[in-house]
């Protein structure tokens, strides 16, 4: 059974980082596409970042572009979202996601067969 086990998140401050980490377990992930989306109070789910099997490929949300880094550890079956520079806006629970192989539309959530419950991020002023 696939199970995602999202931790790492928090309360912080405006400004500061944190790093979300996304344990994958059920089976090995090494050759799948895997995301971070996150869901705000009242808003749809939205596309965060997305890594392919091999790490060569990333794509963002343009918001979080040059702030967040998603990167994975197909040894331990982790996948991890580098966030710096928070903002307000950046609230919300991140839930992680497997999908298939990299797609020129990584950001469709259709894509992805199995995700986790979520960490809650607050970002205070």
């Known amino acids: 059974q696939v199970e995602l086990v999202e931790s790492g998140g928090g309360l912080v401050q405006a400004g500061d980082s944190l790093r979300l980490s996304c344990q994958a377990s059920g089976r090995t992930f090494s050759r799948n596409l895997m995301a971070w989306f996150r869901q705000a109070p009242g808003k749809e789910r939205e596309f965060v970042a997305a890594?392919?099997?091999?790490?060569?490929?990333?794509r963002y949300l343009e918001s979080v572009q040059g702030r967040f880094i998603i990167s994975r550890d197909n040894a331990r079956n982790l996948v991890f979202l580098h966030m710096n520079n928070l903002k307000l806006e950046d609230t919300a629970v991140y839930l992680c996601a497997v999908g298939d192989a990299w797609t020129d539309t990584p950001s469709l959530q259709g894509d992805y067969s199995h995700w986790g419950q979520g960490t809650q991020v607050t970002v205070s002023s």
């Open positions: 890594i392919s099997a091999s790490g060569v490929f990333t």
